[in-house]
Nanobody, 117 residues
Framework: QVQLVESGGGLVQPGGSLRLSCAAS????????ISWYRQAPGKQRELVAT???????NYGDSVKGRFTISRDNVKSVGYLQMNSLKPEDTAVYFC???????????WGQGTQVTVSS
């Protein structure tokens, strides 16, 4: 059974940092593209960042220069380092894994990030 479990969310002040983790099981992690999405209340789900199986990364315009996506294929964990957080980064953050060879998608349950003073 495939599982993606996010952790690391919480309450942080503007300008602060958080690191989200996405622990995967039941899949061949090195063959999985990992993406982070976020969804704020009343808004559509937004792509934040993606890291390919080869390590190539892409970022949404709103987070470029502030967020860094990475992966540890030995531990089967994806990460999202978030720096210089702003109130508009407040959202539920979801991890998605896409299997390269089947294009099947698997989602985590989400973790809440709140940026507020």
């Amino acid at each position: 059974q495939v599982q993606l479990v996010e952790s690391g969310g919480g309450l942080v002040q503007p300008g602060g940092s958080l690191r989200l983790s996405c622990a995967a099981s039941g899949i061949t992690f090195q063959d999985t593209v990992i993406s982070w999405y976020r969804q704020a209340p009343g808004k559509q789900r937004e792509l934040v960042a993606t890291i390919g199986a080869s390590g190539h990364t892409n970022y949404g315009d709103s987070v470029k220069g502030r967020f860094t996506i990475s992966r540890d294929n030995v531990k089967s964990v994806g990460y999202l380092q978030m720096n210089s957080l702003k109130p508009e980064d407040t959202a539920v953050y979801f991890c998605k894994g896409r299997i390269v060879y089947t294009q099947n998608d698997y989602w985590g349950q989400g973790t809440q990030v709140t940026v507020s003073s």
